[in-house]
């Protein structure tokens, strides 16, 4: 009888034994498609954040760089008043240099210093000193048409004669300067679209189509009767700020147009 128990007892063991393995066995072929699952999630999620949000997406309607521009900006001085000032903060074109502020006239250029982003705070004379430009984009009259007509021209041309000296190798724009609306036009002596137009004309001979040329924008914004679109101002004066996203890249356009690809 005690040699049945011990065999009845060691079969008992045996078998206890074999069931752990088993189960031993079988539990890392567990674990592994755990692992297996784990791992499989990272690599969904990078598939979906590769995917680009709605945000990141453009607008449809935007043109892409590609199709505004042939050319780069990144070689740029735009000078000028608080129009200016505008296409700095709203245009897009941050790859350009900005000689610009609220006061701005041919006037006052060579007197005081600005603060250039990314340049430091310079005066006119000292940036075109400094840096060599491929483009430079000229937009002053707007403080200066209550002064007469003939010593701002004057001026104007001596501010180009400076520029042209100093970088032999760019290319002048003189901006025509934008209208004001019809109710500021009609109200205000000094700074109407008849002044303004008569200025414009002046500066427009200034250009010989070769190294300097004349841009006006005035056909992009006026309302069809000579005045600043109502719908495109508050003040009567500036563009509302998406409007000088579209300004930035008609300018973009307009030069590729007159002096081609880089």
Not at 146 to 161: A, H
Request: glycine share 6%.
């Amino acid at each position: 009888m005690k040699k049945k128990n011990i065999i009845t007892l060691l079969s008992l063991g045996a078998l206890i034994i074999a069931v752990f393995a088993v189960a031993v066995f079988k539990k890392p072929k567990l674990k592994d498609t755990q692992v297996s699952s784990a791992q499989s999630e990272p690599s969904s999620a990078a598939e979906t954040s590769s995917v680009p949000s709605a945000e990141a997406l453009p607008y449809e309607s935007e043109p892409s760089k590609e199709e505004i521009t042939d050319i780069s900006i990144n070689d740029s001085l735009f000078i000028g008043d608080s129009r200016t000032v505008g296409l700095m903060e709203y245009a897009g074109l941050a790859d350009a240099d900005f000689f610009c502020n609220v006061g701005m006239s041919v006037y006052n250029i060579n007197k005081k210093p600005v603060s250039v982003p990314n340049v430091g705070k310079v005066t006119f004379t000292e940036l075109i000193n400094e840096k060599k430009y491929g483009k430079i984009y000229i937009m002053l009259g707007v403080n200066e048409v209550g002064y007469e007509t003939k010593t701002t021209v004057s001026k104007y041309s001596e501010l180009i004669s400076l520029i042209m000296e100093k970088q032999p190798d760019a290319t002048v724009f003189i901006e025509a300067n934008l209208h004001v609306s019809k109710t500021r036009s009609d109200r205000d002596k000094a700074v109407n679209n008849a002044a303004i137009d008569k200025l414009n004309a002046e500066l427009e001979k200034l250009a010989d189509g070769k190294t300097i040329f004349y841009l006006d924008a005035n056909t992009v914004f006026d309302d069809g009767t000579g005045n600043l679109s109502s719908d495109k101002t508050e003040d009567g004066t500036h563009l509302y700020a998406k409007y000088y996203a579209e300004w930035g890249r008609w300018i973009i356009s307009q030069t590729s147009s007159l002096v081609g690809k880089d």
